[in-house]
């Protein structure tokens, strides 16, 4: 079992920058991949980004592509999602996610969830 806690989400306005973060307990953070999706209300739950184990590998969706940075720091058991150049479309819950297989963009690879942070960017 993977245990994983969002913080860091908030309200910024457009054009402004957030980091969020995860920490996760119960399995070794170096054996999972990781990632980010995001629900905006109405909407289905969409990718954003995923990274590697070590942390060498790194995938985007188009829309976050330039603006978005995901990280790990194995040694702190977290993954963070630098986010800049914020715009109002960007407002949604976003969740963490491990997966104990790979960094793939499918929301079905992942087998635990966070419980979501809120990002709301205002225009």
């Known amino acids: 079992q993977v245990q994983l806690v969002e913080s860091g989400g908030g309200l910024v306005q457009a054009g402004g920058s957030l980091r969020l973060s995860c920490a996760a307990s119960?399995?070794?953070?170096?054996?999972?991949?990781m990632a980010w999706f995001r629900q905006a209300p109405g909407k289905e739950r969409e990718f954003v980004t995923a990274?590697?184990?070590?942390?060498?590998?790194?995938r985007y969706s188009d829309s976050v592509k330039g603006r978005f940075t995901i990280s790990r720091d194995n040694a702190k058991n977290t993954v963070y999602l630098q986010m800049n150049s914020l715009k109002p479309e960007d407002t949604a819950v976003y969740y963490c996610?491990?997966?104990?297989?790979?960094?793939?963009?499918?929301?079905?690879?992942?087998?635990?969830w966070g419980q979501g942070t809120q990002v709301t960017v205002s225009s």
């Open positions: 996610a491990a997966s104990n297989r790979n960094y793939y963009s499918s929301p079905t690879n992942y087998n635990y």
């Open positions: 119960g399995r070794t953070f170096s054996s999972i991949a």
């Open positions: 990274i590697s184990r070590s942390g060498t590998s790194t």
